[in-house]
């Protein structure tokens, strides 16, 4: 990466690579941006792995952010060089997930749900549990992300366990292999996701929360996110630097300006995106904004689980389950 | 079994009349030999019995039925082809008995016909090999035996044994004729070899530029020329071209040479004598008058050795004759000799100019 | 004769379902290019707005640029190679030469998904890196193969006496090359360039393992797109493809026949 | 026929137009392969920073699991059946084309039914959720021409998987089939004729005999691409589309392990060059 | 202008002796006639002088010096190929004016030359076809214009005139004489037809499983073969075979055959007689009383028509002879005659058995 390039790995149309943003941004610093994508933190971790010294930016859910240290593949950030780092919300700049030994090793910048996202046409009044994945009549039109630490999280709630601490695996793995004739397929992306509400082949499935947002605000799709009496995934997404990054300082104003509540608030009114972490940058929005009337709800606060990091074995364990599930389809 | 009619047929490709009005019968059983210059029409001709090309017009029957609405597979035919078309993906075996085991003969039966039909092209112990491993007077016999173990009711021979030396070549034609007249097969034959033409067929046809130009027994067809082409296409032939008299010709500087056979003329029209070379009777004197003969002066100017016979040119008026003597082991006429040459009007045909 | 027009006929009818088989995607592929929905809504509604943004998308157009050239560059330096080793094969009678025909077959018979991720591992060991340069080794190596087999075919057709007559007229053997043997195998070096280009163009497995982020080659982009997120400018760089690649097929079939003249 | 054009040891003439072309295979193709051996037989791999051993637990892996080795046989029934389709599909095409259709249009055509070759693969695949999803195009021009309604849905489903995949690839089959055929000469199933064999007789008995090395030249060429492909059943499988493939994919994209992705795609090759060698023998046979 | 000498060369293929000791001397300025069966290693002795395979032991010489380090393009031959060779990609004229191209000649210089030797071999106005467009006859005279128009030394003629009909076939016969005579190339020249061979060599060499069976001048061959291979071979023969003595064999019923040439062999030895079938009298009486000449009585049983000749096939003792009668128009014999044959010992050639 030359010294005025932003080189930045990220999902695909997770904010980073909004056009009007990289013009702004490039516009402001003299950074010019260039994005990579992943698929999966899987994937990310990967990338980085097998490209050092590429990525100055990369967005890694709170939860990895662990494996990415453990691995050598992060850097401290010296956050005073962040003048929007002191809005975020300190329970979660301050979360153990991303802060060792004092050293903060990821930045705050949004958090959300995977929950459970419907077609409109489908439903009169949207469901409220999350057994209504399981209800024949959708037999064949449900979809759930091809991950396996997802999934088995997913399984987790639908078995009434704590996503962090499954304690019963057997009960997770009924319950999925259950699931499994309600599938239609395996979706990796928001752009599946929404080809098959866009073409009415699906009725309802797992999905984030920002994507349903998007989905909605963006593309005008019949989506609305539910988020089940039995509780959803909650997730923590924070931008880390890698290890032999080339340009750090303008790493760091790309990460300060994603954070920044007037990207935050176009982000949200213009495409949909997740809670940020930034409080002033909630505060931005309108009153009745789902993304503070419904995620501010106190009510579901309580229904929501963080993802905790989880070990390797944890991971392989997972994994196992997850591919022995989609083999066993056939 | 069955002879073949073929009736003023004609096949164009593009703008090139390949056949032009053909009509041939082929005599049930018979054996028949189709000569002509490269491009005349034989292959096309063959193919149209076939069936695998159809004519413009004109009509083929076979054993008196028309063949028109008949596919290949059900005219019981046998070809050898030009590039012999042996299948490369089988042994010599094999290929040979490929018509017999479409027909759904009993294992048994096409193993002694194969074997009986490869002994016969003294090809029995190679029945194993593989095409690409013989030679190429070996593959030809393969695509004989090939043709002939199906007991066909017509045998279609394009140049069948151009590839084979002498020794084998007469072997193979003597074999030929023997199946031919033992099953009584109708064949038709191509070739370029003229001996083979003569030696072996009953009828003869000469085609050129897609016409029949002329169609008989070897013997009359040789002995009884109707055109130059035909004169000197099949055999040799001195050719004398001048006025028509009562009985022969008269050339430009008086000569005239009396002919006993061919074409009635007016008198005065334009007319040509041929005579074979082996007609004439060449000699240094002028030997006893014969009132009748044709008598030519001429000096020899080369004699060319051709085993059996030799050729001596005598060069007269201008023109050079061919005389052939058979080497019998008289002593010979020296280069630079005067003779006199002569010849029997019986040996002079005479042809209407063309 | 009936029965011939009747087959004739069947057959034609035939190649057609099979076209139209073959360009039903393509065809949906073009018309969604034009279409406004990002998510192949219907129903239909004509727009351009795809190409303009496709215009500006500077990954994509790179990335198109890169397939191009580098498989433009394969076929070069694969025609070049193939064809030198593919008339040793021919020419020259010595001991292993059995085992280099044969060790043709590898990379053409071993999934791309197995070289790919190999070259990956090896690449990545020894230095060679990712990148552009390291799809470029990796495609002319499968293509190769393809290419010596192509041409080798060809060679077959070819009799060796030519090469023969050539010398005994004087040639020597630069000139026999040049003058005889090359025109002869000009369609087989044609068709495996085609083979070459293709393969290369269209190489998705191995491009996707060599590929670093800003160094990778359209189907890698296209890829990636389908996996994290399409929009049409993808349908419309492969409909100018498309088009673009007909227009040359045609210009080539101009100039000679495939699989040699009969 | 091999040309002795020059002495009879070729080698030391043979060797300047040889070693550019194997010198590439080797450093791309050879040295990889051998190095990807080496790698399938360790614990970790070098470069990731982590202590390494030498161990046949990345093979022992693909025993103890079922899964893999149901994986394995799904994506070789796979192989066989879109390999077949191909054959049945593009057989008839390359013969129509070589021996049927005759004149200028025939190289037109060809050359037509080869171009999708040259469009890009993904997006074809892609493109074909559109026809066979649920009202897509299939669907909707099914239910209109016909009187009665019916639910035409085969998007992320194991025939879709076939459909794509068979869509790829029939171009190989065509293009290796319709060489071989168009080298027979005329003259030889005119000679199967002229000995009393009907069409169908000549098909069976010359033509496809010898177009045997096009059709296993296709066959090859079609068979292995679809044993290790990963993309295709992603887009088109769904939740049947996980396939020895996709889990190779995954060891070395997504889970970073690279030595059992190798171990994985060793297995794949060596089941594949038996494969291929007991081919062989018919492709020998029919050559 | 060089002569060819071929000394002790064999050449194997694997265990097969392609050549075997052959040693000729190709005369400068000659014109020599290859012979022998299919296999015989005809074209590969002619690739060993080209320089296109080299032999394992044995030594080539072209003008005295070894060629055994000159590469094919500097032994300055010219070679017409079984198979013609024609360059596909060029056209006629192209392929006729590549030896003088890659030499560098003038444009103007080819021009003129690439058109006179399309001429000689009547083709001048086919200069701008390619070679697909021609029939086989033509081809092959393109080949032949090819090899002759860079006036080399030597020039190894592969059966160049086998797909020509009779009529063109002479016709390039006299040109390839001509051109040969004129600027005095060495002329080696491989051909089936045995007509041919006999009447354009100087000399003739006769091959048979890669050995030099005879070598000599056309009559020499014929008249005196050596073997009964070589009497066969070339030309037909009538072979005796008995008992030697003084002058002639004994056959086993006790016929005296007299020879008056071929080998002097001690008395008693197994030897044979071979007759040529031209050489034979055939009558119907015994005719006047002749002291020296061979008789033997028996019975027409065939006779077959070939053009200047017919053969009478004549049964005695078991053995049937072959009697050629030029046609000159006299009455045949019939089929069931009785006859007397006749002939001289000088025509009777005596052969070592072998
Ligand atoms: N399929 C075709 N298309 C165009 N012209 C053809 C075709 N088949 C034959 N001809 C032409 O028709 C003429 C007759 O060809 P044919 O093969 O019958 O000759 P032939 O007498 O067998 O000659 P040869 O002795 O050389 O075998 C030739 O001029 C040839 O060029
Ligand atoms: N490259 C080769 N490999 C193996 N055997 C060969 C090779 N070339 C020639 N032979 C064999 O050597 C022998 C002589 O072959 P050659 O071609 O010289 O015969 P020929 O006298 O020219 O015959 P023809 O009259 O059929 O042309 C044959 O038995 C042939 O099979
Ligand atoms: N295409 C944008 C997707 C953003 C998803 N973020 C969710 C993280 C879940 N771990
Ligand atoms: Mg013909
Ligand atoms: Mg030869």
Same mark, same amino acid.
């Given at each position: 990466?030359?010294?005025?390039?932003?080189?930045?790995?990220?999902?695909?149309?997770?904010?980073?690579?909004?056009?009007?943003?990289?013009?702004?941004?490039?516009?402001?610093?003299?950074?010019?941006?260039?994005?990579?994508?992943?698929?999966?933190?899987?994937?990310?971790? $990967?990338?980085? /792995?097998?490209?050092?010294?590429?990525?100055?930016?990369?967005?890694?859910?709170?939860?990895?952010?662990?494996?990415?240290?453990?691995?050598?593949?992060?850097?401290?950030?010296?956050?005073?060089?962040?003048?929007?780092?002191?809005?975020?919300?300190?329970?979660?700049?301050?979360?153990?997930?991303?802060?060792?030994?004092?050293?903060?090793?990821?930045?705050?910048?949004?958090?959300?749900?995977?929950?459970?996202?419907?077609?409109?046409?489908?439903?009169?009044?949207?469901?409220?549990?999350?057994?209504?994945?399981?209800?024949?009549?959708?037999?064949?039109?449900?979809?759930?992300?091809?991950?396996?630490?997802?999934?088995?999280?997913?399984?987790?709630?639908?078995?009434?366990?704590?996503?962090?601490?499954?304690?019963?695996?057997?009960?997770?793995?009924?319950?999925?292999?259950?699931?499994?004739?309600?599938?239609?397929?395996?979706?990796?992306?928001?752009?599946?996701?929404?080809?098959?509400?866009?073409?009415?082949?699906?009725?309802?499935?797992?999905?984030?929360?920002?994507?349903?947002?998007?989905?909605?605000?963006?593309?005008?799709?019949?989506?609305?996110?539910?988020?089940?009496?039995?509780?959803?995934?909650?997730?923590?997404?924070?931008?880390?630097?890698?290890?032999?990054?080339?340009?750090?300082?303008?790493?760091?104003?790309?990460?300060?300006?994603?954070?920044?509540?007037?990207?935050?608030?176009?982000?949200?009114?213009?495409?949909?995106?997740?809670?940020?972490?930034?409080?002033?940058?909630?505060?931005?929005?309108?009153?009745?904004?789902?993304?503070?009337? #419904?995620?501010?709800?106190?009510?579901?606060?309580?229904?929501?689980?963080?993802?905790?990091?989880?070990?390797?074995?944890?991971?392989?364990?997972?994994? !196992?389950?997850?591919?022995?599930?989609?083999?066993?389809? +056939? | 079994?069955?002879?073949?009619?073929?009736?003023?047929?004609? /096949?164009?490709?593009?703008?090139?009349?390949?056949?032009?009005?053909?009509?041939?019968?082929?005599?049930?059983?018979?054996?028949?030999?189709?000569?002509?210059?490269?491009?005349?029409?034989?292959?096309?001709?063959?193919?149209?019995? &076939?069936?695998?090309?159809?004519?413009?017009?004109?009509?083929?029957?076979?054993?008196?039925?028309?063949?028109?609405?008949?596919?290949?597979?059900?005219?019981?035919?046998?070809?050898?082809?030009?590039?012999?078309?042996?299948?490369?993906?089988?042994?010599?075996?094999?290929?040979?008995?490929?018509?017999?085991?479409?027909?759904?003969?009993?294992?048994?039966?096409?193993?002694?016909?194969?074997?009986?039909?490869?002994?016969?092209?003294?090809?029995?112990?190679?029945?194993?090999?593989?095409?690409?491993?013989?030679?190429?007077?070996?593959?030809?016999?393969?695509?004989?035996?090939?043709?002939? #173990?199906?007991?066909?009711?017509?045998?279609?021979?394009?140049?069948?044994?151009?590839?084979?030396?002498? &020794?084998?070549?007469?072997?193979?034609?003597?074999?030929?004729?023997?199946?031919?007249?033992?099953?009584?097969?109708?064949?038709?034959?191509?070739?370029?070899?003229?001996?083979?033409?003569?030696?072996?067929?009953?009828?003869?046809?000469?085609?050129?530029?897609?016409?029949?130009?002329?169609?008989?027994?070897?013997?009359?067809?040789?002995?009884?020329? +109707?055109?130059?082409?035909?004169?000197?296409?099949?055999?040799?032939?001195?050719?004398?071209?001048?006025?028509?008299?009562?009985?022969?010709?008269?050339?430009?500087?008086?000569?005239?040479?009396?002919?006993?056979?061919?074409?009635?003329?007016?008198?005065?029209?334009?007319?040509?004598?041929?005579?074979?070379?082996?007609?004439?009777?060449?000699?240094?004197?002028?030997?006893?008058?014969?009132?009748?003969?044709?008598?030519? +002066?001429?000096?020899?100017?080369?004699?060319?050795?051709?085993?059996?016979?030799?050729?001596?040119?005598?060069?007269?008026?201008?023109?050079?004759?061919?005389?052939?003597?058979?080497?019998?082991?008289?002593?010979?006429?020296?280069?630079?000799?005067?003779?006199?040459? /002569?010849?029997?009007?019986?040996?002079?045909?005479?042809?209407?100019?063309? | 004769?009936?029965?011939?027009?009747?087959?004739?006929?069947?057959?034609?009818?035939?190649?057609?379902?099979?076209?139209?088989?073959?360009?039903?995607?393509?065809?949906?592929?073009?018309?969604?290019?034009?279409?406004?929905?990002?998510?192949?809504?219907?129903?239909?509604?004509?727009?351009?707005?795809?190409?303009?943004?496709?215009?500006? %998308?500077?990954?994509?157009?790179?990335?198109?640029?890169?397939?191009?050239?580098?498989?433009?560059?394969?076929? #070069?330096?694969?025609?070049?190679?193939?064809?030198?080793?593919?008339?040793?094969?021919?020419?020259?009678?010595?001991?292993?030469?059995?085992?280099?025909?044969?060790?043709?077959?590898?990379?053409?018979?071993?999934?791309?998904?197995?070289?790919?991720?190999?070259?990956?591992?090896?690449?990545?060991?020894?230095?060679?890196?990712?990148?552009?340069?390291?799809?470029?080794?990796?495609?002319?190596?499968?293509?190769?193969?393809?290419?010596?087999?192509?041409?080798?075919?060809?060679?077959?057709?070819?009799?060796?006496?030519?090469?023969? !007559?050539?010398?005994?007229?004087?040639? %020597?053997?630069?000139?026999?090359?040049?003058? =005889?043997?090359?025109?002869?195998?000009?369609?087989?070096?044609?068709?495996?360039?085609?083979?070459?280009?293709?393969?290369?163009?269209?190489?998705? =497995?191995?491009?996707?393992?060599?590929?670093?982020?800003?160094?990778?080659?359209?189907?890698?982009?296209?890829?990636?797109?389908?996996?994290?997120?399409?929009?049409?400018?993808?349908?419309?760089?492969?409909?100018?493809?498309?088009?673009?690649?007909?227009?040359?097929?045609?210009?080539?079939?101009?100039?000679?026949?495939?699989?040699?003249?009969? | 026929?091999?040309?002795? $054009?020059?002495?009879?040891?070729?080698?030391?003439?043979?060797?300047?137009?040889?070693?550019?072309?194997?010198?590439?295979?080797?450093?791309?193709?050879?040295?990889?392969?051998?190095?990807?051996?080496?790698?399938?037989?360790?614990?970790?791999?070098?470069?990731?920073?982590?202590?390494?051993?030498?161990?046949?637990?990345?093979?022992?892996?693909?025993?103890?699991?079922?899964?893999?080795?149901?994986?394995?046989?799904?994506?070789?029934?796979?192989?066989?059946?879109?390999?077949?389709?191909?054959?049945?599909?593009?057989?008839? !095409?390359?013969?129509?084309?070589?021996?049927?259709?005759?004149?200028?249009?025939?190289?037109?055509?060809?050359?037509?039914?080869?171009?999708?070759?040259?469009?890009?693969?993904?997006?074809?695949?892609?493109?074909?959720?559109?026809?066979?999803?649920?009202?897509?195009?299939?669907?909707?021009?099914?239910? !209109?021409?016909?009187?009665?309604?019916?639910?035409?849905?085969?998007?992320?489903?194991?025939?879709?998987?076939?459909?794509?995949?068979?869509?790829?690839?029939?171009?190989?089959?065509?293009?290796?089939?319709?060489?071989?055929?168009?080298?027979?000469?005329?003259?030889?199933?005119?000679?199967?004729?002229?000995?009393?064999?009907?069409?169908?007789?000549?098909?069976? /008995?010359?033509?496809?005999?010898?177009?045997?090395?096009?059709?296993?030249?296709?066959?090859?060429?079609?068979?292995?691409?679809? #044993?290790?492909?990963?993309?295709?059943?992603?887009?088109?499988?769904?939740?049947?589309?996980?396939?020895?493939?996709?889990?190779?994919?995954?060891?070395?994209?997504?889970?970073?392990?690279?030595?059992?992705?190798?171990?994985?795609?060793?297995?794949?090759?060596?089941?594949?060059?038996?494969?291929?060698?007991?081919?062989?023998?018919?492709?020998?046979?029919?050559?």
């Amino acid at each position: 990466a030359k010294a005025d390039e932003v080189h930045v790995l990220n999902w695909k149309g997770y904010g980073a690579d909004e056009p009007w943003a990289v013009e702004a941004f490039e516009k402001a610093t003299g950074n010019k941006v260039v994005n990579d994508f992943f698929n999966s933190e899987q994937e990310m971790l $990967t990338k980085i /792995r097998t490209n050092p010294g590429l990525y100055d930016v990369v967005m890694i859910n709170a939860a990895f952010n662990d494996q990415a240290m453990d691995g050598k593949l992060i850097q401290p950030i010296d956050v005073s060089k962040l003048p929007n780092y002191a809005d975020i919300s300190k329970d979660k700049a301050g979360s153990p997930m991303l802060v060792h030994d004092g050293k903060v090793y990821g930045v705050p910048w949004v958090w959300g749900l995977t929950a459970l996202a419907i077609n409109d046409k489908s439903f009169d009044k949207p469901p409220t549990s999350i057994a209504e994945m399981w209800d024949a009549a959708h037999k064949g039109r449900v979809v759930i992300r091809d991950d396996a630490v997802e999934a088995v999280q997913f399984g987790a709630i639908a078995t009434g366990q704590n996503i962090n601490d499954i304690k019963d695996m057997d009960a997770v793995k009924a319950k999925l292999t259950s699931l499994m004739p309600q599938i239609k397929t395996f979706w990796s992306s928001e752009n599946d996701w929404n080809q098959m509400v866009a073409s009415n082949q699906i009725d309802i499935g797992t999905y984030w929360s920002g994507s349903a947002d998007r989905a909605k605000t963006h593309f005008k799709l019949p989506v609305s996110l539910v988020v089940p009496q039995e509780g959803a995934v909650a997730w923590l997404d924070a931008f880390s630097i890698p290890v032999g990054a080339k340009n750090v300082a303008g790493a760091e104003a790309f990460i300060n300006y994603m954070i920044d509540p007037k990207f935050y608030v176009e982000w949200v009114t213009k495409v949909g995106a997740p809670v940020s972490a930034n409080t002033k940058a909630v505060e931005a929005l309108p009153e009745d904004a789902f993304n503070r009337k #419904v995620m501010g709800d106190p009510e579901v606060a309580k229904r929501i689980q963080f993802q905790a990091p989880i070990t390797d074995a944890q991971r392989e364990a997972y994994l !196992a389950l997850w591919q022995q599930l989609k083999v066993d389809v +056939k | 079994m069955a002879g073949v009619q073929v009736s003023n047929v004609s /096949r164009s490709f593009g703008a090139h009349k390949a056949l032009d009005d053909v009509s041939i019968d082929f005599a049930d059983g018979g054996f028949y030999a189709l000569l002509g210059p490269s491009g005349s029409g034989k292959t096309t001709l063959l193919r149209q019995i &076939a069936g695998f090309d159809f004519p413009d017009s004109g009509r083929i029957a076979i054993g008196g039925e028309s063949v028109e609405r008949v596919p290949v597979e059900k005219r019981r035919i046998g070809m050898v082809f030009q590039n012999y078309a042996l299948f490369p993906n089988m042994s010599v075996a094999d290929n040979v008995a490929f018509g017999l085991s479409v027909r759904g003969e009993a294992k048994a039966v096409i193993a002694t016909e194969v074997q009986r039909a490869l002994a016969l092209v003294q090809l029995g112990k190679l029945g194993g090999r593989r095409p690409h491993q013989l030679s190429g007077g070996q593959r030809q016999r393969v695509a004989l035996a090939r043709a002939i #173990v199906t007991k066909p009711r017509v045998l279609l021979l394009d140049e069948p044994l151009g590839a084979l030396d002498k &020794a084998l070549r007469v072997d193979m034609q003597i074999e030929l004729k023997r199946i031919q007249r033992e099953i009584g097969i109708t064949t038709i034959f191509v070739t370029h070899d003229q001996e083979e033409a003569l030696t072996m067929s009953d009828r003869i046809g000469i085609l050129r530029d897609g016409r029949l130009v002329q169609e008989g027994p070897p013997e009359e067809i040789y002995n009884r020329p +109707k055109s130059e082409f035909a004169a000197t296409f099949l055999g040799d032939a001195n050719i004398f071209r001048g006025d028509t008299t009562g009985n022969g010709i008269r050339l430009a500087d008086g000569t005239a040479i009396a002919a006993g056979a061919g074409a009635t003329l007016a008198a005065g029209a334009k007319a040509s004598c041929a005579v074979r070379p082996e007609r004439i009777r060449i000699a240094t004197d002028a030997g006893a008058p014969d009132g009748n003969a044709n008598i030519l +002066k001429g000096q020899v100017s080369k004699r060319i050795f051709a085993g059996n016979n030799s050729t001596y040119f005598v060069e007269r008026a201008g023109q050079t004759l061919k005389v052939i003597v058979q080497n019998t082991g008289m002593e010979r006429l020296a280069e630079g000799q005067d003779v006199v040459l /002569r010849w029997s009007p019986e040996s002079t045909v005479l042809i209407a100019a063309n | 004769m009936a029965t011939t027009r009747i087959l004739e006929w069947l057959g034609r009818l035939y190649i057609l379902l099979l076209l139209a088989f073959l360009y039903l995607p393509i065809i949906i592929m073009a018309l969604m290019s034009f279409n406004v929905s990002p998510f192949y809504q219907l129903p239909f509604e004509w727009t351009t707005e795809w190409y303009a943004s496709l215009w500006q %998308n500077d990954q994509l157009i790179a990335a198109t640029w890169n397939s191009v050239e580098i498989a433009v560059i394969t076929t #070069v330096i694969c025609v070049v190679l193939g064809s030198a080793a593919s008339l040793a094969l021919y020419r020259y009678e010595f001991r292993g030469k059995k085992f280099l025909q044969a060790l043709l077959f590898p990379p053409i018979a071993i999934p791309w998904l197995i070289t790919g991720t190999a070259m990956l591992i090896f690449f990545f060991g020894v230095g060679i890196g990712r990148g552009l340069h390291a799809i470029l080794l990796g495609h002319v190596a499968l293509a190769l193969p393809y290419v010596i087999v192509v041409v080798s075919a060809r060679l077959q057709t070819f009799a060796p006496e030519l090469e023969e !007559a050539a010398r005994s007229l004087g040639a %020597n053997q630069w000139q026999v090359t040049r003058r =005889v043997t090359l025109p002869w195998i000009m369609p087989g070096v044609i068709a495996g360039g085609l083979f070459a280009f293709a393969v290369s163009f269209d190489q998705f =497995v191995v491009s996707y393992f060599l590929a670093t982020p800003g160094q990778t080659t359209l189907p890698v982009e296209i890829y990636a797109a389908i996996r994290k997120g399409f929009t049409p400018e993808i349908n419309a760089v492969s409909t100018i493809i498309i088009v673009v690649s007909m227009a040359l097929m045609l210009l080539t079939a101009r100039f000679f026949k495939f699989g040699g003249e009969k | 026929m091999a040309a002795a $054009t020059a002495s009879r040891n070729g080698l030391r003439s043979a060797l300047p137009l040889l070693a550019p072309a194997y010198l590439w295979l080797t450093v791309a193709i050879f040295l990889p392969l051998s190095a990807m051996v080496f790698f399938s037989f360790m614990t970790e791999l070098p470069l990731s920073g982590k202590p390494w051993a030498f161990t046949l637990g990345n093979y022992a892996a693909f025993f103890s699991q079922s899964l893999y080795l149901t994986l394995l046989l799904a994506s070789l029934r796979l192989g066989l059946e879109v390999t077949l389709w191909c054959v049945v599909i593009g057989y008839p !095409a390359a013969y129509v084309l070589a021996k049927v259709l005759k004149g200028r249009s025939r190289e037109a055509i060809f050359l037509l039914v080869i171009l999708p070759f040259w469009s890009n693969g993904l997006v074809r695949i892609f493109s074909w959720a559109m026809v066979l999803r649920e009202g897509g195009i299939l669907d909707t021009a099914l239910n !209109a021409m016909l009187p009665f309604k019916i639910n035409i849905d085969l998007m992320y489903s194991y025939p879709a998987v076939i459909i794509g995949l068979v869509h790829s690839y029939v171009p190989y089959m065509v293009l290796t089939c319709y060489l071989t055929l168009q080298a027979i000469d005329d003259s030889l199933i005119e000679a199967g004729r002229s000995l009393g064999a009907s069409r169908l007789q000549v098909l069976k /008995r010359v033509i496809i005999p010898l177009s045997m090395p096009g059709l296993v030249a296709g066959a090859a060429l079609i068979f292995v691409p679809v #044993v290790g492909s990963f993309m295709e059943p992603r887009i088109l499988g769904g939740r049947t589309g996980t396939f020895y493939g996709t889990v190779i994919e995954d060891q070395f994209v997504a889970v970073f392990n690279w030595p059992l992705g190798a171990a994985l795609s060793f297995i794949l090759l060596a089941v594949v060059l038996v494969i291929l060698a007991i081919a062989s023998p018919v492709l020998r046979r029919a050559a």
